[in-house]
């Protein structure tokens, strides 16, 4: 088992930062993938980021691109996602994820075993 803890959301104003993190504990697997989701009221959760275990990033979403960073410190088991540029729409619950094997392109919220609580960003405009 993976247990997956986010912090770092909250309340900030349009243009705005935060850098979400993600803490890992457990079983921490050399293949594993981690990825961001969120999901907005009334919305479906939606795909952000994801990275390899190797820091190789997977893909952004299109939305987010140019204005989200996803990295990660393995010695931390920890995952970051590094906001800027806010922007109004960007306001939801952002999850962390985790799957066990290395997938081909794990954009998908159904390829992913491990979801972490997740931690609300609200952009205000």
């Known amino acids: 088992q993976v247990q997956l803890v986010e912090s770092g959301g909250g309340l900030v104003q349009a243009g705005g930062s935060l850098r979400l993190s993600c803490v890992a504990s457990?079983?921490?697997?050399?293949?594993?993938?981690t990825g961001w989701f969120r999901q907005a009221p009334g919305k479906e959760r939606e795909f952000v980021a994801a990275?390899?275990?190797?820091?190789?990033?997977?893909s952004y979403a299109d939305s987010v691109k140019g204005r989200f960073t996803i990295s990660r410190d393995n010695a931390k088991n920890t995952v970051y996602l590094q906001m800027n540029s806010l922007k109004f729409e960007d306001t939801a619950v952002y999850y962390c994820?985790?799957?066990?094997?290395?997938?081909?392109?794990?954009?998908?919220?159904?390829?992913?075993?491990?979801w972490g609580q997740g931690t609300q960003v609200t952009v205000s405009s």
């Open positions: 994820a985790a799957r066990s094997t290395y997938g081909s392109y794990p954009i998908g919220a159904t390829e992913y075993e491990y």
């Open positions: 457990g079983r921490t697997f050399s293949s594993q993938t």
């Open positions: 990275i390899r275990w190797s820091g190789a990033i997977i």
